[in-house]
């Protein structure tokens, strides 16, 4: 163990490669700006638009929904045309659209183009999300895969543990300049790409995809019932965004700089914690620590069936990040694994399409229940906690299916 923390405080990490590091700063800019409009859109839509929670959600459904065909199509593509390319054209798309967001919520403008210029964004996040850990598994050997994922889910809550603070005290000022900032910060992960970041793979451009090239995942059991595992998950687990948002400043009251605050726990836990928790990670099967995660992810929401301020809302946040330090980097380990080299960017995009899917349904689920129980809150929470506990059994069953090698967090495949 001694020697692993050796290895945290720094002695090994420079050896990797450095477009690891590059992608780590971009990652960390780009979640920065994200994070500073992610949790607040919601709220401003909710609260200062005067739209219902279930016409919000359905807003995050569709965006979220677009989303999870393009990331898939974002792995097919890269595949295809490289993985420079597809991180480009993402990001450009994310500046195009949050430079729109911010001129309508400056004139206030009608609910469709919010629905638009949102579906916008997860249509670029949907192109590029996956292609950083693509990259890192081209370039990375097997055995550092899983440290490496969660370097860069470090990266991504550095960003967060700041971008929420941030935005709150922005949202204070104004809505719009939330959304120019993160047209910045995404302006300068491009011009990084643009100067540092080649291709890591030789492509084809001349293949054309059909839909029978899919068939090589859907022969693939273990990986298809794991895809069914990663979207119901993401069903849980998108609650922290847009429901809890909204029930966190309209139903507990507190402020968008408390509710910036309450997310920064979040990005500050796993900057602090995923690389130690990834060492307790490294005992168990990686669906272990998948199941471990979902467990934590029920328990956290099942907190805020009885929470009434700021603090038992940190408790929630709290311990659903702790389930999100398991479950996450092993979840990315375990798609790298059951996948070979030249389909990873499909592998990696058909389980981000299940992950994206899961997102797109749980915000509107989880607004439909906002409503629903609008006399009783603590039912929804009970709802989605309960749905947490049980996708554990899912994954302890996942476990019998996976070959003990590749559900092994040091893989060499």
């Known amino acids: 163990m001694a020697s692993r923390l050796n290895v ?60 999870a065909m393009f990331q898939f199509i974002g792995g097919e593509m890269c595949d295809r045309l490289g993985r420079r390319f597809v991180l480009i054209a993402g990001l450009v798309t994310l500046i195009i659209s949050f430079l729109l967001l911010g001129w309508a919520v400056s004139v206030k403008a009608p609910y469709a183009y919010y629905l638009v210029f949102l579906s916008m964004t997860r ?12 990259i890192a598994a081209d370039i990375v050997p097997s055995e550092k895969r899983l440290e490496v994922f969660g370097i860069l889910r470090i990266a991504l809550n550095i960003g967060f543990a700041t971008g929420p603070v941030v935005g709150g005290l922005m949202a204070i000022i104004s809505y719009s300049s939330m959304f120019y900032l993160t047209a910045v910060t995404s302006t ?18 001349a ?72 060492l ?14 979902a467990l934590l992810y029920g328990l956290g929401f099942g907190i805020v069936s009885i929470s009434s301020g700021f603090w038992m809302l940190a408790a929630c946040i709290f311990v659903v990040t702790l389930g999100e330090l398991f479950f996450s980097p092993s979840s990315t380990n ?17 389980s981000g399409l299940a992950n994206s899917m899961g997102f797109a349904v749980g915000p509107l689920l989880g607004g439909v229940l906002l409503d629903v129980f609008a006399g009783s809150q603590e039912y929804t929470w009970m709802i989605i906690g309960a749905a947490g506990a049980l996708c554990t059994l899912g994954f302890l069953s996942l476990k019998k299916l996976v070959p003990p090698e590749k559900n092994d967090a040091e893989y060499f495949g």
């Open 8 to 67: 945290f405080m720094g002695l090994r990490l420079p050896s990797f490669d450095r477009r690891v590091w590059i992608l780590f700063l971009g990652t960390a800019l780009n979640q920065f700006g994200m994070s500073i409009v992610m949790p607040f859109i919601s709220i401003y839509l909710y609260v200062y638009q005067g739209i219902p929670a279930s016409y919000v959600g359905l807003a995050m459904f569709t965006a979220s929904f677009v989303g």
């Open 123 to 134: 249509m670029a996040t949907g192109l590029f999300r996956p292609i950083p850990n693509i």
């Open 188 to 205: 300068i992960y491009l011009l990084l790409v643009i100067f540092f970041i080649g291709d890591t793979r030789t492509c084809k451009p």
């Open 207 to 278: 293949g054309k995809f059909s839909l029978r090239d899919l068939k090589s995942i859907k022969s693939d059991r273990p990986f298809m019932i794991f895809s069914v595992m990663l979207f119901l998950v993401a069903i849980v687990y998108s609650q922290m965004y847009t429901p809890l948002s909204m029930y966190a400043k309209d139903f507990v009251g507190l402020s968008e700089p408390e509710i910036g605050m309450l997310f920064a726990v979040n990005g500050l836990m796993v900057v602090f914690m995923q690389y130690p928790v990834t």
């Open 280 to 293: 307790i990670a490294d005992r168990y099967r990686l669906t272990v620590s998948m199941g471990i995660g």
């Open 334 to 350: 375990l798609t790298a694994n059951l996948s070979a080299g030249d389909k990873r960017g499909r592998y990696l995009g058909f």
